[in-house]
């Protein structure tokens, strides 16, 4: 479950028979195919008077109408890489290889937007390499620059209102 509802990993899916069963137990009525931008997945859904009478409708699906369907991706392998990344995800090990990877994202980022690293302004690969170079040093010399700078707090002129707060007109 993610949250409060049930998320894809708490149906059952079964291959073979090509169903999927709802953690209520409830067996899906139609499996066929689906297509979202141009990628192939497996759709089941429930049949809609179970769907409507199920008393944990409200965990499965925000629809007031429709039953609950669950997109697969196509093949069972797939399926099981995907499940088996998600819960890979979970662990303390995964997070902290993603947080070097996001610290990582942050620095590309910041190339691209303060110095326009997604266009080079010379032809031929060496001289694409030498801005490259100088770009990543231009960005550790701003950071340095930033860490080092202390910065100095503002002092805001104190307002007649607060000079009468405190006595000190």
């Not at 069972?76 to 994202?105: F, M, P, S, V």
Request: proline content about 4%; glycine content about 6%.
């Amino acid at each position: 479950m993610s949250g409060n509802g049930f998320d894809k990993s708490a149906f059952a899916v079964d291959w073979e028979n090509e169903q999927v069963a709802s953690p209520q137990g409830e067996v899906g009525g139609h499996w066929g195919p689906l297509r979202i931008s141009g990628l192939d997945y497996v759709q089941a859904t429930f049949d809609k008077t179970t769907c409507l009478a199920c008393p944990v409708r409200s965990q499965c699906t925000a629809s007031a109408t429709r039953p609950r369907a669950v997109s697969l991706l196509p093949t069972r392998e797939l399926h099981e890489i995907q499940a088996c990344n998600r819960l890979d995800q979970q662990t303390k090990d995964w997070q902290q290889r993603y947080a070097i990877r996001a610290g990582i994202e942050a620095t590309l980022s910041q190339n691209i937007r303060n110095c326009g690293l997604r266009r080079t302004r010379y032809r031929g690969l060496a001289r694409t390499h030498v801005q490259h170079v100088l770009t990543a040093m231009a960005c550790s010399l701003t950071r340095i620059t930033d860490w080092i700078a202390d910065p100095a707090p503002t002092h805001r002129r104190s307002t007649r209102l607060d000079a009468l707060c405190t006595g000190t007109t």
